[in-house]
């Protein structure tokens, strides 16, 4: 697969799973705020690194915070998910939410390890 349709999936999925929740952060807790911001922000930037094909040097360091942080993100909400009294349907959605994201922060991951040079 080419860099260019990772890029155009990691922008879509960062649209679809974080989209809707642009209008719950007028009012919600700093954190939640802050790791939804973050988490498009580096969505945005690995998406353009993949699509414009920048991935030497900063472009493959986006790459690596993208996967880094999606994958804490993911992680977290997961357990958090799992852990307290939320209903089966809401914890499988997440699941299959979490599912998709680490798919493409590992394929971010090695897109990034791939380039030639990286030490």
Do not use: C, K, Q
Request: charged fraction near 10%.
């Amino acid at each position: 697969m080419s860099h260019r349709l990772l890029g155009v999936l990691i922008l879509l999925w960062a649209a679809i799973t974080w989209g809707g929740r642009i209008g719950l952060l007028v009012g919600s807790d700093p954190v939640a705020v802050a790791r939804i911001v973050i988490s498009i922000a580096v969505a945005l930037a690995a998406g353009y690194v993949l699509i414009r094909r920048h991935s030497e040097g900063r472009g493959r360091l986006v790459l690596w915070t993208y996967a880094l942080v999606t994958a804490a993100i993911w992680l977290s909400s997961l357990a958090n998910v799992w852990t307290n009294d939320n209903s089966i349907g809401f914890r499988l959605v997440h699941t299959a939410l979490a599912a998709v994201s680490l798919a493409l922060a590992a394929w971010a991951a090695v897109r990034a390890r791939a380039v030639p040079g990286n030490g």
